[in-house]
């Protein structure tokens, strides 16, 4: 977002900031574009500039959302002796509930399955890129990487799942511990 014109910039993070107050309030299928755009004091036209609807938005804020994740993820790696993984799943931790709900349900919605194949595609170009070092010589070995990126990133989307409905039972910190010796029998 940082090589975008500052007007753009700022019409991003208010459109970001607030359909996450909204989500606060109710569930995706019941916010309208118009309620986002007054949320974010843009017109509707300026919200049609940038999105055909509030799917591809939403596309738009579940990719700015994997940014942020992944990004601290890397900038952290080296100076928090930590696995990748870890750190991804400590962020999503810290997500709201109303965010992670969103996008747990949209495994569930058919509707919004067909919109979210980009997300996907892009939630493996960045493993695949970051986590796997790019494109390997050794295709065999490359394939394995992907398939382990991918089954550990679905491991953890559960795992943040599961610790969203039970953590009136358990601790972060006991969380972390968990998942990090479940991540332990998958390498």
């Known amino acids: 977002m940082e090589n975008l014109d500052l007007r753009i910039q700022k019409t991003y993070k208010s459109l970001i900031e607030n359909f996450e107050g909204l989500l606060n309030e109710k569930e995706f299928e019941k916010i309208s574009v118009t309620e986002i755009c007054d949320a974010a004091m843009i017109r509707r036209p300026t919200f049609y500039q940038h999105f055909l609807d509030k799917y591809d938005f939403l596309t738009f804020f579940i990719k700015h959302k994997m940014n942020l994740v992944f990004d601290y993820a890397f900038q952290n790696i080296n100076e928090k002796e930590g696995d990748f993984f870890v750190l991804v799943f400590e962020q999503l931790l810290n997500e709201s509930d109303n965010v992670l709900e969103l996008i747990f349900s949209i495994q569930m919605n058919s509707d919004i399955m067909l919109e979210m194949a980009s997300v996907q595609e892009y939630g493996q170009k960045m493993l695949r890129t970051h986590v796997n070092g790019g494109e390997s010589k050794n295709k065999l070995q490359s394939f394995v990487n992907e398939y382990k990126g ?27 511990k968990l998942y990090k010796r479940t991540l332990e029998k998958l390498k």
């Open 150 to 176: 991918q089954i550990i990133m679905g491991v953890t989307i559960q795992s943040v799942y599961w610790y969203k409905n039970n953590k009136d039972k358990i601790g972060t910190e006991e969380m972390i």
